[in-house]
């Protein structure tokens, strides 16, 4: 607690450090379910789906872990790491998955408290909605490509040549008055400029035809008003 003179104006606080006081004055039956309580808390602790925590001393003995309690693991090259620097952050390969871990050195217990989690926890997550962005945004991009398609194809090629053949279907029937509009230069433009000449030569020949029948015509009716006349 903290005591108060007032004839000097002073807070007397008294204070120590925690090693003076774990294990060193409590109960040895507090000390059991204090130390049980402590690991049963560590290993309910969990980061992200796989992530945990454990504790091991500066022998590689694990303290507290969730699967392996009891185990030495000092043979492992980033336990002789993490014992080494006794504070800091590492990663290393576990169980065929990379994992990155934070730790800290307690020196009263000669505990080293490390908890980290899989790198798929920290990137799988993000990566997810980055796919589903990445995929919606996709998607639109190629509807957009898909109705750009659509018009210019619909635009350039699909309705010339609808038109085309409708000109041509006059021109079949006899229609050679249809107006062939042929300003494009390109394979459409030159088929329609091709349609065009053919129906100028059409309405030609059909001219010319037209004269000479009417030339025979005239003819025979001279012959035809000759004879009358012998």
């Known amino acids: 607690g903290t005591a108060y ?24 039956t507090q000390k059991k379910y204090t130390f049980k309580n402590i690991k049963k808390r560590i290993r309910e602790l969990k980061f992200g789906e796989l992530g945990y925590a454990y504790i091991l001393n500066s022998k590689g003995d694990l303290i507290v872990h969730y699967r392996d309690e009891g185990d030495n693991v000092y043979k492992h090259n980033f336990i002789k790491d993490i014992i080494k620097k006794k ?3 590492t990663s290393y ?3 065929g998955k990379k994992k990155v871990v934070m730790y800290r050195y307690f020196k009263p217990l000669d505990w080293y408290i490390v908890t980290g989690s899989y ?7 993000p990566m997810q909605k980055v796919r589903s962005i990445s995929i919606v945004v996709i998607i639109l991009f190629l509807l957009i490509v898909y109705a750009l398609l659509f018009f210019l194809i619909n635009h350039f090629i699909i309705n010339p040549i609808s038109k085309t ?20 230069t390109d ?13 100028t030569k ?11 029948s009417e030339t025979i015509t005239n003819a025979s009716q001279e012959i035809n008003n000759a004879t009358q006349d012998l």
Do not use: H, Q
């Open 119 to 125: 790198y798929s926890d920290f990137l799988d997550k």
């Open 93 to 95: 390969m576990w169980e």
């Open 165 to 184: 053949e409708k000109i041509v279907a006059a021109i079949g029937e006899g229609d050679l008055e249809i107006d062939i509009n042929f300003e494009r």
């Open 87 to 89: 504070n800091g952050r």
């Open 202 to 212: 059409l309405t030609d020949i059909i001219r010319k035809l037209r004269t000479s």
């Open 5 to 28: 003179v007032k004839s000097l104006d002073w807070y007397i606080c008294p204070s120590a450090y925690l090693d003076e006081f774990v294990y060193k004055f409590m109960p040895s």
């Open 187 to 199: 394979e459409i433009g030159r088929m329609l400029l091709s349609i065009s000449n053919m129906k």
